[in-house]
């Protein structure tokens, strides 16, 4: 057989220019007329025409002005200044104070003359706002949602070969919010190049699931869409190879058939793998299906399916996984982050999710809508427990068609353990919204039984029939009102999740209130909106009522937008873990002695008290210790037994010097931390993830900065702003610092420290080499780093 790879999907993200502004669209489509306008054989001159076709004279492509050449993921809303205007967001504040407005991008690009006869199209996995694409002067489509992608066939309409190079033109209108947190603009996850013969494994064409799975043996039943876009049948042969982790043999199943011309037929054929390995957030095992088309001995087409193998139980006891009794120990959490905006490099979006799996986490909410693809590819690797959800609870065709999309495309994935229907939506408890529920409920589990549905409520649990349309019943924040004690006790068949809850607002490295600056103490339960509760109740309640099957703590990070408990300056939430820039909160360490075996010991506040000696300070250990003890320059404050699943407090009259926690299992000390009262700022330092970079245009390298005094002790009180310069093969790719109230740029080259510490992220060039790095700033010492590319 010819095993010449016929499919080729290749990421288009390189080369897009950006107009930040709207045009005129006269020359993509004029009023009236239809198709492709500006591909007429004219060629009109105008703006976008220019850029479409190589200069007469110099033989370069030119490049307009007002047009910048931007790396896809690309967010021009983060590139904004905030504004005090309460009317920028769906709510006041909601978006962070960041004005949106409309940008267009367009590329050029060039088809080989032996593409054409394939199947071409071009993949969006996501662009904020309501897009317009048209590909040299045709219209191919508008798309409303920003979480769920889109893609065109441009078979037809690209240029091949000498007919001249093509320009695909978008315009993205971000003036509309779907949400109420910052939701950024532009094509901020990747774009898609795809090529495939005529007959070709459908678009999302694979569907793979584990009916019976025992130690013995899994069967795995296998769907497949052929589609034959040939004018005539096709006999065709479909190879179905399912090979393990190492990419060894398994199993293969070979099914002849006649594919229909344009008719996409649906194959079923089983296979069974011998002792299967399980997938688990502990051991995320994968196994790989090998989808082969072949007609008379040729591979017409060749698509690969990852997928893995584990069973879900969800009773009125809880969830089971792989027939183990799991806790859920999960976050929920918006897609931003610092630097970047909504425009995550998969760097960094492996980043957040390894540092949410270091706290101990096991399960991630995609609230309140579809993640980025790659999310998932990750969690699939890493061992993440998914709730991926649907953006809203909205049957009109449009609502129905995003929904089928978000289940197409995601229900290979080991990772997806539920789909949540909707979140707080207004008709939850209402019959139109039971009805609504309905047809979402069912039309997901048409497409993928083997995850329950679920819908994320805070109100109408018990109204009009509402929560019987899903599987699992999730309370938002049930525990306020013991809704989800007495709902458990009344109704005997309604299976029940915690889906959100604490929204305690901390803010890193604060420990006094200050409602000026807009800041939170880092003291869970000091200062937080009145639905809240803080991590640890919510952790407490869930050990309580084990039938709530999990915590989905809102949330894991502090994000853009909605940031109560304060509006201005406050421009991001305080409800984080992590602030903005994944540093932790205290209340990290709190999940860390709670979720995690390694012996720790955390300690708060900082010990720089200057001018407070004497005055009590208000101590608070987190520790999975069974008794802590503490002591202040050499002598013993005293030991505490550690409360189960709690913190410890001690008021410690203030003196500046060594303060050490030290925690002891069964009288052996396993973990202790000092904290000293350091000296003034003297010097930076910069502290890379890693040292060794992929050079490979993508890749980040997140440089932990921080300003330490001679001994070299992080200043935790210190706001001194650093500047950077980064030479070599490296851009800066953003700044941030988690401070709330920050009004400073993300995309710069300089920050201040917020409380010791700041990030500066790079991003590699395409080629290998040196990257240095500095860090420079009045009155302290430089300092720099040395990275390297390959
Ligand atoms: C929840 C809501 C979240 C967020 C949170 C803030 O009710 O689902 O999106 O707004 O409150 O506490």
Redesign the pocket.
Known sequence: MDHQKKRVKENFDADWFFHKGDLPVKYAVKAGMTGGITDNGKREDGEWIEIAYTDKETGEIPIPKDWNRVQIPHDWVVEGNVVNDPDLGSRPGSHGYLPTGIGFYRKMFAIQTEDLGKKLSIHFDGVMGVSTVWLNGHLLGTHNSGYIGVHYDISDIIRYGEEGNNVIVVKVDANRYE???YEGGGIYRHTWLQKTDRLHVGHWGTYVTTPHVTDESAEVMIRTIVHNEYEGDRLCELKSTLVDNEGKFVASVTDSLTAGWFIQKEVEQFVSIPVPQLWSPDRPYLYKLVTEIAAEGVIMDTYETTFGVRTLAFTRNGFALNGKPTLLKGT?NHQDFAGVGVALPDRIIAYKLQLLKEMGCNAYRS??HPPTPELLDICDRLGMMVIDENRKLDGSPEGIADLKSLIYRDRNHPSIILWCME??EILEGKVTGARILRTLATTTRKLDATRPTLA?M?HGWNGEGYSDQVDIVGY??GQRKLQDVTDHQAYLSRIMLGS?SA?STTTRGIYVLDKEKGYCPAYEGVFM?S??CTVEKAWNDLLAHPFLTGVFL??GFDYRG?P?PYRWPCVN?H?GIMDTCGFPKDVYFYLKSVWTEEPMVHFLPHWNWHGQENELIDVWIYSNGDSVELSLNGRSLGTMPMIEAGHLEWKVPYEPGVIIARAYKEGVAVAVKQVETTGTPYTIQLQPDRTVLHADSTDVAFITVTIRDEQGHVVPISDNEVSFVVEGEATILGVGNGNPSSHEPDKANRRRAFNGYCLLMIQTHSQAGEIVVRGISVGLLSAELRLRSC
Do not use: R
Request: aromatic share 26%; hydrophobic share 30%.
């Open positions: 949400g109420w947190w929920c609230a309140h979140n707080e994320a805070n938002n924040y959100e929204s909106p639905w809240s809102w949330t909605e109560s939430s409800f």
